[in-house]
Nanobody, 124 residues
Framework: VQLQACGGGLVQAGGSARLSCAAS????????MGWFRQAPGKEREFVAG????????YYADSVRGRFTISRDNAKNTMYLQMNTLKPEDTALYYC??????????????????WGQGTLVTVSS
């Protein structure tokens, strides 16, 4: 089972980027999934989550209104559209999936499957 994240890169402040997370080895249509990020010297933090129970999404306060999480179950892929990027958004971004739960969670320990991370650097 693999989660493959991509789409990071160097972006100017105020710009946009779109991250993708492709799953292989099993389908995650019934698993809650999320995006996390980790900046140098900081702990991994929750960014956004999505579940299929009712299509619910949840965002960290720091990104609400700027980031949008979505998923395409037919493609077994999750996305994170990031707009109005700020230098403080610079981090290694990880996608993750819960093992057998459809319930949203914000704690990294609640997630079992992890992608390798993709770096987003926002220049001022």
């Amino acid at each position: 089972v693999q989660l493959q994240a991509c789409g990071g890169g160097l972006v100017q402040a105020g710009g946009s980027a779109r991250l993708s997370c492709a799953a292989s080895g099993r389908t995650f249509s019934r698993n809650a999934m999320g995006w996390f990020r980790q900046a140098p010297g900081k702990e991994r933090e929750f960014v956004a989550g999505i579940t299929l129970i009712d299509g619910s999404t949840y965002y960290a306060d720091s990104v609400r209104g700027r980031f949008t999480i979505s998923r395409d179950n037919a493609k077994n892929t999750m996305y994170l559209q990031m707009n109005t990027l700020k230098p403080e958004d610079t981090a290694l971004y990880y996608c993750a999936a819960r093992r057998d739960s459809v319930v949203l969670a914000t704690a990294p320990a609640s997630y079992y499957y992890w992608g390798q991370g993709t770096l987003v650097t926002v220049s001022s």
